[in-house]
C-alpha cells in the first residue's frame, strides 16, 4: 500500500465544465487515489440529464463493481421498492456515490470481497467528481443515503441519526464543503436518511423500510412545493 496523504484528489482527472457523458468516461481513468487499484472498474453515477432528483450513496458495492452500475445491488432493490412506493420512477433520478471505486477487504483470491467504509482521505478525494455532477445536473432535490454520503456532502459535523428527514437548505451545514454551494440550484434542498443496505442490517427490517420511505417521501414533497 502507498503512503496516504491528504493531497490526493481527483480534480486532474476531472474535465471542466463537461456534461455527464463526459464526465463517466474521464472517471474511468480517474488515478485520484489509491482506490482504482481495487475492484474491476469505476463505479459513475447513472440517469437522465436533467434530474431533479440525486441521490448519494457512499460507494459501489460487490454488484455495483462486477456491473458497474450504482445501486444494483441488493441494496438497490431496496430503493427500487421505497421509492415505487412514494411514487417516483427511478429511471427519473440519478444514483451516484461519494466514492467511485469499491473500497473491500479480501483473505484470498476467490473469497468474498468484505465492503469497508471509505475514509476521509478517499471521500474528499473523490469529491471532484460529485461536484461535477451536480454543476452538469443542478438538481432541486439532493438525498444523502447513510453517514459517509451524508459527511461528504454536508462536512463531518452532520449526523444522520439527528437530522434525518428534515429539509435543509444546500449546502446544508456550516462546515459544509464551499465548492457544494454552486453546484446546485440555487432554490435546491437537501434531505438525509439511511443507506438502503441499512435496511437490510436491521434487526427490525420493517421499521427501518418505514423510516427510509418515510425520509424519501419527504424528499419527493419538495418538488411539488
Request: aromatic fraction near 8%; avoid cysteine; charge should be negative.
Given at each position: 500500500m502507498p503512503d496516504r496523504t491528504t493531497t490526493e484528489t481527483a480534480a486532474p482527472y476531472v474535465p471542466p465544465g463537461a456534461r455527464l457523458a463526459e464526465l463517466r468516461d474521464a472517471a474511468q481513468h480517474c488515478r485520484g487515489c489509491h482506490l482504482y487499484r481495487l475492484g474491476m472498474q469505476t463505479g459513475f453515477g447513472a440517469g437522465p440529464e436533467r434530474a431533479d432528483v440525486v441521490m448519494v450513496g457512499e460507494?459501489?458495492?460487490?454488484?455495483?463493481?462486477?456491473?458497474?452500475?450504482?445501486?444494483?445491488g441488493p441494496a438497490g432493490k431496496v430503493l427500487d421498492r421505497a421509492l415505487a412506493e412514494i411514487g417516483?420512477?427511478?429511471?427519473?433520478?440519478?444514483?451516484t456515490n461519494a466514492v467511485k471505486h469499491f473500497k473491500f477487504a479480501q483473505s484470498g483470491p476467490g473469497k468474498r470481497r468484505i465492503h469497508q467504509t471509505p475514509d476521509r482521505i478517499e471521500i474528499v478525494a473523490c469529491r471532484p467528481w460529485l461536484v461535477s455532477e451536480f454543476a452538469?445536473?443542478?438538481p432541486r432535490v439532493?438525498?444523502?443515503?447513510g453517514a459517509t454520503a451524508a459527511k461528504a456532502l454536508f462536512g463531518s459535523s452532520f449526523r444522520v441519526t439527528r437530522q434525518r428527514g428534515t429539509?435543509?437548505?444546500?449546502?446544508?451545514?456550516a462546515d459544509a464543503p464551499e465548492d457544494f454551494a454552486a453546484s446546485a440550484d440555487g432554490d435546491a434542498v437537501a434531505i438525509a436518511t439511511i443507506h438502503p443496505s441499512a435496511v437490510l442490517?436491521?434487526?427490525?427490517r420493517d421499521a427501518a423500510y418505514a423510516g427510509l420511505v418515510a425520509d424519501l417521501r419527504v424528499a419527493a414533497n419538495e418538488l411539488t412545493t
Open positions: 460507494q459501489p458495492g460487490d454488484v455495483e463493481d462486477q456491473r458497474g452500475a450504482p445501486f444494483v417516483l420512477d427511478r429511471s427519473q433520478v440519478y444514483v452538469a445536473l443542478k439532493v438525498v444523502a443515503l429539509v435543509l437548505p444546500w449546502p446544508a451545514s442490517r436491521s434487526d427490525d
